[in-house]
């Protein structure tokens, strides 16, 4: 119950920050124009809490996953024939005007996230890696009819081998892979160079579309030796018996490229089945054989913690030079707006198959950034808080990107608008900007509720 409310303050916290931050800079950009500001808003619905200073109420409201600024003059009555439009007024304002205001929301987003990576990659720091030697998806279909084989295996890459480059582009992790394949076309072939018993070997590859994913694949996945991280809650372990350090050797008479995924496939497809099996675990200069009833598993361990946490390798990187960690900062969060817009791109125009499992709503982050921040706070409380502020880096970077959609409702939808008049001269007219305003409302609200309802239905499985 604990870690529960815990979880529930860090996501309101990091929402917190997220909307203080959007609205700040719609504010700032009102004052520097010259419009005033009747409300900042931190929340949506009542009031809890306030203060007035100057021509601004400050104020904390009931629900914490929102915020808006109240603008003099932005609920002008778009039936009056001739409402009266001061200069202080948000309507009353030019074009331009309206237009950085409506931008300055999304851009403070953009430029937090900067400044918190840049934050982070100052300094030296021991970071856990996914290796970029990989396992064959291939490897773990027993005998399934509906197998087809994979992009890697075509290609002729094996369990074991090491990717050091694709396109020329240097690879030293599996997430250099990973982010590498999100810029890739599927159906494009691309050249790779992979180590294989210390020998370069050259191989061209393409990728496959994956509809579940909504991504090119190409059938791998990362060689996590399998050393265990003992947690005394995994009850994975406290069923095999298995301790800190333990490394897990063989299964049944394999001994062969033992890896977490291996091990992992092996447990879920005989779960629940009249099946038994042995997993050979070496403790220091021990061998020990651990037998495996799977019915009886099935009784003991929920499928959804089917799993043990394993070490993985680290590696340092050290960053002194303010000019490097900021271009770090810079970089890395244009890579996030990229692949948002990739991300974007692939939801509407390619195929697509459990889209539930592709979206994610307010309540989702918020148990995103509670859960990892936990989970790394009782590793370690440095290695949490960084976790923390680069998830809501991430938050802040996709919030900019959506905000900046030209999408009714959305600032984009304003600055579109704003722009359009800042063009032609003409002002949209009040009342079908004020439908057009409902309509997207309207359509937001019917989506974020149905996202919530997705987000409560994952979370409890």
Same mark, same amino acid.
């Given at each position: 119950?604990?870690?529960?409310?815990?979880?529930?303050?860090?996501?309101?916290?990091?929402?917190?920050?997220?909307?203080?931050?959007?609205?700040?800079?719609?504010?700032?950009? /009102? $004052?520097?124009?010259?419009?005033?500001?009747?409300?900042?808003?931190?929340?949506?619905? @009542?009031?809890?809490?306030?203060?007035?200073?100057?021509?601004?109420?400050?104020?904390?409201?009931?629900?914490?996953?929102?915020?808006?600024?109240?603008? +003099?003059?932005?609920?002008?009555?778009?039936?009056?024939?001739?409402?009266?439009?001061?200069?202080?007024?948000?309507?009353?304002?030019?074009?331009?005007?309206?237009?950085?205001?409506?931008?300055?929301?999304?851009?403070?987003?953009?430029?937090?996230?900067?400044?918190?990576?840049?934050?982070?990659?100052?300094?030296?720091? +021991?970071?856990?890696?996914?290796?970029?030697?990989?396992?064959?998806?291939?490897?773990?279909?027993?005998?399934?009819?509906?197998?087809?084989?994979?992009?890697?295996?075509?290609?002729?890459?094996?369990?074991?081998?090491?990717?050091?480059?694709?396109?020329?582009?240097?690879?030293?992790?599996?997430?250099?892979?990973?982010?590498?394949?999100?810029?890739?076309?599927?159906?494009?072939?691309?050249?790779?160079?992979?180590?294989?018993?210390?020998?370069?070997?050259?191989?061209?590859?393409?990728?496959?579309?994956?509809?579940?994913?909504?991504?090119?694949?190409?059938?791998?996945?990362?060689?996590?030796?399998?050393?265990?991280?003992?947690?005394?809650?995994?009850?994975?372990? /406290?069923?095999?018996? !298995?301790?800190?350090?333990?490394?897990?050797?063989?299964?049944?008479?394999?001994?062969?490229?033992?890896?977490?995924?291996?091990?992992?496939?092996?447990?879920?497809?005989?779960?629940?089945?009249?099946?038994?099996?042995?997993?050979?675990?070496?403790?220091?200069?021990?061998?020990?054989?651990?037998?495996?009833?799977?019915?009886?598993?099935?009784?003991?361990?929920?499928?959804?913690?089917?799993?043990?946490?394993?070490?993985?390798?680290?590696?340092?990187?050290? !960053?002194?030079?303010?000019?490097?960690?900021?271009?770090?900062?810079?970089?890395?969060?244009?890579?996030?707006?990229?692949?948002?817009?990739?991300?974007?791109?692939?939801?509407?125009?390619?195929?697509?198959?459990?889209?539930?499992?592709?979206?994610?709503?307010?309540?989702?982050?918020?148990?995103?950034?509670?859960?990892?921040?936990?989970?790394?706070? $009782?590793?370690?409380?440095?290695?949490?808080?960084?976790?923390?502020?680069?998830?809501?880096?991430?938050?802040?970077?996709?919030? /900019?990107?959506?905000?900046?959609? @030209?999408?009714?409702?959305?600032?984009?939808?304003?600055?579109?608008?704003?722009?359009?008049?800042?063009?032609?001269? +003409?002002?949209?007219?009040?009342?079908?900007?004020?439908?057009?305003?409902?309509?997207?409302?309207?359509?937001?609200?019917?989506?974020?509720?149905?996202?919530?309802?997705?987000?409560?239905? +994952?979370?409890?499985?």
């Amino acid at each position: 119950m604990f870690d529960g409310l815990l979880m529930i303050i860090l996501g309101i916290f990091a929402f917190g920050i997220l909307v203080f931050v959007h609205e700040f800079g719609h504010f700032i950009a /009102a $004052k520097l124009s010259g419009v005033k500001v009747e409300v900042f808003a931190i929340g949506w619905g @009542p009031k809890i809490w306030g203060f007035t200073k100057g021509d601004t109420t400050y104020q904390l409201s009931v629900f914490p996953i929102g915020g808006f600024c109240k603008f +003099k003059g932005d609920d002008v009555d778009p039936n009056a024939e001739n409402p009266t439009l001061e200069s202080d007024s948000f309507y009353g304002t030019t074009p331009l005007k309206r237009t950085l205001i409506a931008f300055f929301g999304p851009f403070m987003n953009y430029l937090i996230a900067i400044i918190i990576l840049s934050i982070i990659a100052f300094g030296t720091h +021991k970071d856990e890696y996914l290796p970029n030697k990989i396992v064959l998806v291939d490897d773990f279909t027993y005998g399934s009819e509906s197998y087809v084989e994979t992009p890697a295996k075509k290609a002729g890459l094996m369990t074991g081998d090491t990717i050091l480059k694709i396109n020329d582009r240097e690879i030293n992790t599996f997430q250099d892979i990973s982010k590498t394949m999100i810029y890739q076309k599927d159906n494009k072939t691309l050249s790779m160079i992979v180590n294989r018993d210390n020998e370069d070997i050259a191989l061209s590859i393409t990728p496959r579309w994956d509809p579940e994913q909504m991504k090119p694949v190409i059938g791998i996945y990362s060689y996590v030796e399998p050393v265990v991280k003992y947690n005394s809650k995994n009850k994975l372990a /406290a069923y095999l018996g !298995v301790g800190d350090g333990d490394r897990i050797i063989g299964i049944n008479d394999d001994y062969k490229n033992i890896t977490e995924a291996k091990i992992s496939n092996f447990l879920f497809y005989n779960y629940g089945m009249k099946e038994t099996g042995t997993l050979h675990i070496q403790r220091g200069e021990e061998i020990i054989d651990k037998s495996i009833d799977f019915e009886d598993l099935n009784l003991k361990i929920p499928k959804n913690e089917l799993y043990l946490n394993y070490y993985l390798p680290i590696r340092t990187t050290s !960053v002194y030079n303010p000019f490097t960690a900021i271009k770090s900062g810079f970089n890395n969060s244009n890579e996030v707006i990229a692949v948002s817009a990739i991300g974007l791109y692939s939801l509407i125009f390619k195929p697509k198959k459990n889209i539930e499992k592709q979206l994610g709503g307010p309540i989702m982050i918020g148990y995103l950034i509670g859960s990892s921040t936990l989970s790394n706070i $009782k590793d370690n409380i440095s290695k949490g808080i960084k976790t923390f502020f680069s998830l809501v880096a991430y938050i802040s970077l996709a919030l /900019a990107f959506f905000n900046l959609l @030209p999408l009714p409702a959305v600032d984009g939808g304003h600055i579109i608008l704003n722009l359009f008049e800042l063009i032609t001269k +003409k002002r949209v007219n009040l009342k079908v900007m004020s439908i057009i305003n409902f309509i997207g409302f309207f359509l937001l609200i019917i989506l974020a509720i149905y996202v919530a309802g997705l987000d409560i239905m +994952k979370i409890i499985k």
